[in-house]
């Protein structure tokens, strides 16, 4: 049987891991670092329907009001719990929490989360089995599809993750701390269903 590979594009997360496989064309497991978001945890003072007015009013968003994401524009909301919710912007922004504070004013706390979280994209037609031996969480399709959040524990590691499209892509937010055990479990896991790097592209990077 021919042997499966993963690539990941290096960055300031995976700076603290182990040299990786060169890029794979016909990869089945894809990971990269989404570098460069302005990320900040958005939490409701009680008043949640004028809040949710005032953010499809700023940003033409329907603010989740359970585990789902919606996004536009390279804006997006998570809801990650009870009146809170994770704010991701693509393109950086040093602004992005008191931008966000000075438009939801007065109907919701902000708190900027950009250094302190980093986010895995983990696509590829392996990405639902890999995330689903780490989580306690229904992976099936039918279950949890694009759009579709949790907020759950991988490898004692407390993570935010989201579907984005059905490839399947999902997206990972955990402490940047957590980084290197992140990743030792997912060596381990790939190795587990059988996705390895080969041994003579150990050592080579982007």
Do not use: K
Not at 14 to 27: E, G, I, Y
Not at 98 to 112: H, N, P, Q
């Amino acid at each position: 049987m021919a042997e499966q590979r993963f690539l990941m594009a290096r960055g300031t997360f995976t700076d603290q891991m182990a040299p990786l496989p060169r890029a794979c064309a016909s990869s089945d497991l894809r990971i990269s670092e989404q570098l460069g978001l302005g990320l900040a945890t958005v939490m409701s003072r009680g008043q949640h329907a004028v809040l949710t007015a005032r953010i499809a009013d700023q940003f033409g968003i329907d603010l989740p009001s359970g585990s789902t994401r919606s996004a536009r524009g390279g804006i997006a909301f998570v809801g990650i719990g009870p009146g809170t919710w994770l704010a991701c912007r693509e393109a950086a922004d040093p602004n992005w929490a008191s931008e966000l504070t000075t438009r939801v004013s007065g109907y919701a706390s902000v708190s900027d989360q950009s250094n302190g979280y980093a986010v895995l994209r983990i696509a590829g037609p392996a990405a639902r089995d890999l995330l689903s031996r780490g989580a306690f969480i229904d992976f099936h399709p039918s279950v949890f599809g694009p759009g579709s959040a949790a907020v759950t524990t991988i490898a004692h590691i407390g993570v935010m993750l989201w579907q984005l499209d059905d490839a399947p892509t999902f997206e990972v937010a955990l402490f940047r701390s957590y980084a290197a055990s992140f990743w030792h479990w997912i060596e381990a896991t790939s190795a587990a269903i059988g996705i390895i790097p080969a041994a003579d592209e150990l050592g080579s990077s982007q």
